[in-house]
């Protein structure tokens, strides 16, 4: 029996949530509430495609057709939202032997971009994957190229003094002594954190010349359609003045370091960052989280930092398909950054 890809009815779409939470391979930004928000925010179509063997789903893809003028292009996830990864996500592969697994993925893979090419008609495709796909080649197969990046992960699993103890010196030192600075606070915030976190990434932006293309309006939209706690702000205090903050986001196991920790301007005797990011893992670790992604690795000197926290380097892959993909691509997001739909709110 082949493998069936469609548009999610009514009744997948009530399961969609339940696809996302069985999948290795999906994220946060899988669920059908961030979807929701990514198309509000781009003002474009996504559409839910799940695929069967019978009645057993064998995966889902989520896929935005946007347009900018005759370009039609297909995007998973959409560009400029700064959402890490999205691309298809598996299910009920891992009770399958090795040679019908392969069969079964690249079954469903070809019937996606079959459903893709036949009813959007893209000009240019754009996945990018998280760490935990576990084979490429369907999609080079179908004529993806296919470009590496990085990211790093911190394992939750050791206790405490031992994950501490595994930091460098000066991170352990700077933890240590924002434990012992009595006016020093860190909690979870709650909408109006969102907003401080986002005004302080894009003041720093904005000093360096570089435009921060993230709304608050999206990611306030994620704050309060997704589960309570999935977009968790974390923010520092010292003597009660807002002076950092991380805006993380949680699914599964692992936490992710989404937006925030910038450097700060602001006097005061200890390392906001190294606090925050310490309050970012003990808070995970408490409530069984395994793993923090740092997300991203790229920037040598933000590296410099994140690496202090003595993480495990993950790679992960960025797709294109496509005529002429470079020269599309570069068009298109000349043409889309230009649009308001992306600028500051």
């Given at each position: 029996m082949?493998?069936?890809v469609?548009?999610?009815?009514?009744?997948?779409?009530?399961?969609?949530?339940?696809?996302?939470?069985?999948?290795?391979?999906?994220?946060?930004?899988?669920?059908?509430?961030?979807?929701?928000?990514?198309?509000?925010?781009?003002?474009?179509?996504?559409?839910?495609?799940?695929?069967?063997?019978?009645?057993?789903?064998?995966?889902?893809f989520?896929?935005?057709?946007?347009?900018?003028?005759?370009?039609?292009?297909?995007?998973?996830?959409?560009?400029?939202?700064?959402?890490?990864?999205?691309?298809?996500?598996?299910?009920?592969?891992?009770?399958?032997?090795?040679?019908?697994?392969?069969?079964?993925?690249?079954?469903?893979?070809?019937?996606?971009?079959?459903?893709?090419?036949d009813?959007?008609?893209?000009?240019?495709?754009?996945?990018?994957?998280?760490?935990?796909?576990?084979?490429?080649?369907?999609?080079?197969?179908?004529?993806?190229?296919?470009?590496?990046?990085?990211?790093?992960?911190?394992?939750?699993?050791?206790?405490?003094?031992?994950?501490?103890?595994?930091?460098?010196?000066?991170?352990?030192?700077?933890?240590?002594?924002?434990?012992?600075?009595?006016?020093?606070?860190?909690?979870?915030?709650?909408?109006?954190?969102?907003?401080?976190i986002?005004?302080?990434?894009?003041?720093?932006?904005?000093?360096?010349?570089?435009?921060?293309?993230?709304?608050?309006?999206?990611?306030?939209?994620?704050?309060?359609?997704?589960?309570?706690?999935?977009?968790?702000?974390?923010?520092?205090?010292?003597?009660?003045?807002?002076?950092?903050?991380?805006?993380?986001?949680?699914?599964?196991?692992?936490?992710?370091?989404w937006?925030?920790?910038?450097k700060?301007?602001?006097?005061?005797?200890?390392?906001?960052?190294?606090?925050?990011?310490?309050?970012?893992?003990?808070?995970?670790?408490?409530?069984?989280?395994?793993?923090?992604?740092?997300?991203?690795?790229?920037?040598?000197?933000?590296?410099?930092?994140?690496?202090?926290?003595?993480?495990?380097?993950?790679?992960?892959?960025?797709?294109?398909?496509?005529?002429?993909?470079?020269?599309?691509?570069?068009?298109?997001?000349?043409?889309?950054?230009?649009?308001?739909?992306?600028?500051?709110?």
């Amino acid at each position: 029996m082949s493998i069936e890809v469609r548009e999610v009815t009514d009744d997948d779409l009530e399961q969609w949530n339940r696809y996302v939470d069985q999948s290795p391979q999906a994220d946060l930004f899988h669920r059908r509430e961030a979807l929701e928000a990514q198309a509000d925010e781009m003002g474009c179509q996504v559409y839910h495609l799940v695929g069967f063997k019978g009645q057993e789903p064998v995966g889902i893809f989520p896929v935005f057709e946007i347009q900018k003028g005759p370009l039609t292009t297909a995007f998973s996830p959409p560009p400029d939202l700064r959402v890490p990864y999205q691309g298809p996500a598996l299910l009920n592969m891992g009770k399958l032997k090795q040679r019908k697994a392969e069969r079964r993925h690249q079954s469903f893979l070809e019937e996606c971009f079959d459903w893709v090419d036949d009813e959007l008609h893209p000009r240019y495709i754009h996945v990018r994957l998280n760490g935990n796909y576990p084979d490429l080649r369907p999609m080079q197969w179908e004529g993806f190229d296919a470009k590496p990046a990085y990211t790093y992960l911190v394992d939750l699993t050791p206790d405490d003094d031992d994950l501490l103890m595994s930091f460098s010196s000066d991170a352990r030192s700077n933890i240590r002594d924002g434990r012992d600075a009595a006016d020093v606070s860190i909690e979870v915030g709650d909408r109006d954190a969102v907003l401080a976190i986002l005004e302080r990434v894009r003041e720093r932006y904005e000093n360096q010349g570089i435009a921060f293309h993230l709304s608050d309006s999206f990611v306030t939209d994620l704050y309060e359609r997704l589960p309570e706690g999935a977009v968790r702000p974390y923010v520092c205090r010292v003597a009660g003045e807002f002076v950092g903050g991380i805006l993380a986001y949680e699914h599964g196991d692992t936490i992710h370091r989404w937006q925030g920790g910038v450097k700060t301007d602001a006097d005061v005797a200890i390392s906001i960052n190294d606090n925050l990011d310490w309050a970012v893992m003990e808070d995970a670790k408490s409530r069984g989280i395994t793993t923090y992604d740092l997300v991203g690795a790229e920037n040598p000197r933000i590296n410099k930092y994140k690496a202090k926290f003595n993480p495990d380097l993950q790679e992960y892959y960025t797709l294109e398909h496509g005529s002429t993909a470079i020269n599309i691509a570069a068009h298109f997001y000349k043409q889309l950054r230009s649009s308001t739909v992306l600028g500051s709110k």
